[in-house]
């Protein structure tokens, strides 16, 4: 079956502009997860969603990022105002229930100019 | 602070020989613990997990160890192949059912043909 797909596979923007990052998480998995990697470091969490709702976002490093997932299925993590520092590949995981193991997608590569 | 460590940001290993990947963890409450695969320009592939209550798990070629008292972890692969070249993440949670994967930095493996 279909893994979990995200979109689009490379972003450039430029310093201060807004981004919207998509993530099509294993059909009937009612778990996704937003993970973010640096260069020479392991994901880290970023936030956490049963359902539609926002379940944890305690690894949002700030008010510029977004995240929903309103109909319980696709995602959207969005930044504002993105710093250079946002740069990296920001990772989508999905799993069947809370708990059970998660499959990640091959990830979006964001370049803050 | 670093919770999951790899120590060993690289690795290699002649092919058809054993390659084993190490990883330290710091917080005790952690109990589940998982690695992960990841080829260039993909995400993570799950691999292989362990809950705290085995010390072993087996799934064909790749063995996880799990040695609590030390909170060390790691894999086996046997006997290694060409393909499994990538980079490996060790991830660990805290308390089963949770969500929030703990990654280490990950250790770059390359099996010589």
């Known amino acids: 079956g279909a893994g979990v797909s995200q979109t689009p596979s490379n972003k450039v923007t430029e310093k201060g502009k807004y981004v919207e990052l998509r993530c099509d998480p294993i059909?009937?998995?009612?778990?996704l997860y937003w993970y973010r990697q640096s260069l020479g470091q392991g994901p880290e969490f970023l936030i956490y969603?049963?359902?539609?709702?926002?379940?944890?976002d305690s690894g949002l490093p700030n008010d510029r990022f977004f995240a929903v997932r309103p109909e319980g299925s696709v995602s959207t993590l969005k930044i504002q105002r993105t710093e250079r520092g946002d740069s990296a590949v920001y990772l989508c995981?999905?799993?069947?229930?809370?708990?059970?193991?998660?499959?990640f997608g091959p990830g979006t590569r964001l370049l803050v100019l | 602070d670093q919770q999951v460590k790899q120590n060993s940001p690289s690795l290699s290993v002649q092919e058809g020989r054993i390659s084993i990947l190490n990883c330290d963890y710091t917080?005790?409450?952690?109990?589940?613990f998982l690695w992960y695969k990841k080829y260039p320009a993909e995400g993570p592939t799950f691999l292989i997990s362990?809950?705290?209550?085995?010390d072993k798990n087996e799934d064909g070629r790749f063995t996880v160890f799990l040695n609590k008292s030390a909170k060390h972890l790691s894999l086996h692969i046997v006997p290694s192949q060409p393909g499994d070249s990538a980079v490996y993440f060790c991830?660990?949670?805290?308390?089963?059912?949770?969500?929030?994967?703990?990654f280490g930095t990950g250790t770059r493996l390359k099996v010589l043909a």
């Open positions: 995981a999905s799993s069947l229930e809370r708990g059970e193991t998660q499959y």
């Open positions: 059909s009937g998995h009612t778990a």
């Open positions: 969603f049963q359902g539609t709702g926002a379940a944890d």
């Open positions: 917080n005790s409450m952690f109990d589940y």
């Open positions: 362990i809950s705290s209550i085995k």
């Open positions: 991830a660990a949670s805290a308390y089963s059912g949770t969500y929030k994967y703990i």
